[in-house]
């Protein structure tokens, strides 16, 4: 009985993870808006019912692929080493992930046209702005649980200071995926992920005059 449940979840993630990639496929491709449900159903070799069964909406499939897309800072510095700063551990991952050229970083390849299918997408920008609010909400409660109750307030000014900083850089890095050669692109994205987080780290100090 328990192997049968297992290659029944097994058979229904393989499942949800065919459509998603189906999806994905069609939006770069037409855009979001101009694909719908049925259109994904069609290429995927499923039901419009089925589809509506693993995703409730649409903008739900684009973002399926949520740990590539969002990464868990809120994780990173709740099991970050002893010793570590929250923002020491959020800095060496931003640097990894970009010399990586991780799919959510904006430096991989295809995430120019990522970015055009959602920066072209109202439904989509909203969502993503969801999706980064929540990360940004789970580093501040991480954040404040390390300190007194009443540093919640400091707690979210911190998180919301990391997590639009890296948005800044990630939409930097997609700006230049359209005006700068591969490699000069991580080199680029290194250094200023490092000016800013220094900025972060130091303060304004002189710069504010």
């Given at each position: 009985?328990?192997?049968?449940l297992?290659l029944?979840?097994?058979?229904?993630?393989?499942?949800?993870?065919?459509?998603?990639?189906?999806?994905?496929?069609?939006?770069?491709?037409?855009?979001?808006?101009?694909?719908?449900?049925?259109?994904?159903?069609?290429?995927?070799g499923?039901?419009?019912?089925?589809?509506f069964?693993?995703?409730?909406?649409?903008?739900?499939?684009?973002?399926?692929?949520?740990?590539?897309?969002?990464?868990?800072?809120?994780k990173?510095?709740?099991?970050?080493?002893?010793?570590?700063?929250?923002?020491?551990?959020?800095?060496?991952?931003?640097?990894?992930?970009?010399?990586?050229?991780?799919?959510w970083?904006?430096?991989?390849?295809?995430?120019?046209?990522?970015?055009?299918?959602?920066?072209?997408?109202?439904?989509?920008?909203?969502?993503l702005?969801?999706?980064?609010?929540?990360?940004?909400?789970?580093l501040?409660?991480?954040?404040a649980?390390?300190?007194?109750?009443s540093?919640?307030?400091?707690?979210?000014?911190?998180?919301a200071?990391?997590?639009?900083?890296?948005?800044?850089?990630?939409?930097?890095?997609?700006?230049?995926?359209?005006?700068?050669?591969?490699?000069?692109?991580?080199?680029?994205?290194?250094?200023?992920?490092?000016?800013?987080?220094?900025?972060?780290?130091?303060?304004?100090?002189?710069?504010?005059?």
């Open positions: 009985m328990q192997q049968s297992t029944r979840q097994s058979k229904k993630a393989q499942t949800r993870l065919h459509i998603a990639r189906v999806a994905h496929s069609l939006f770069q491709n037409h855009g979001f808006e101009a694909v719908s449900i049925v259109d994904i159903a069609n290429e995927a499923v039901s419009k019912m089925t589809v069964n693993y995703f409730p909406a649409k903008e739900d499939i684009f973002f399926f692929l949520g740990d590539r897309l969002f990464p868990d800072f809120a990173l510095v709740a099991e970050r080493v002893a010793g570590d700063t929250p923002l020491d551990t959020i800095h060496r991952y931003v640097l990894e992930q970009f010399s990586a050229q991780a799919e970083t904006g430096l991989h390849r295809g995430g120019e046209t990522f970015g055009v299918v959602i920066a072209q997408s109202p439904v989509l920008m909203n969502a702005k969801r999706h980064w609010q929540v990360n940004q909400n789970k501040a409660e991480v954040l649980g390390e300190q007194q109750a540093a919640l307030f400091m707690a979210r000014v911190m998180a200071q990391i997590v639009t900083t890296i948005q800044v850089l990630i939409d930097e890095n997609r700006r230049q995926s359209l005006e700068l050669p591969e490699k000069e692109r991580v080199t680029h994205a290194v250094t200023l992920t490092n000016q800013a987080f220094s900025l972060l780290r130091d303060g304004w100090g002189s710069r504010a005059r």
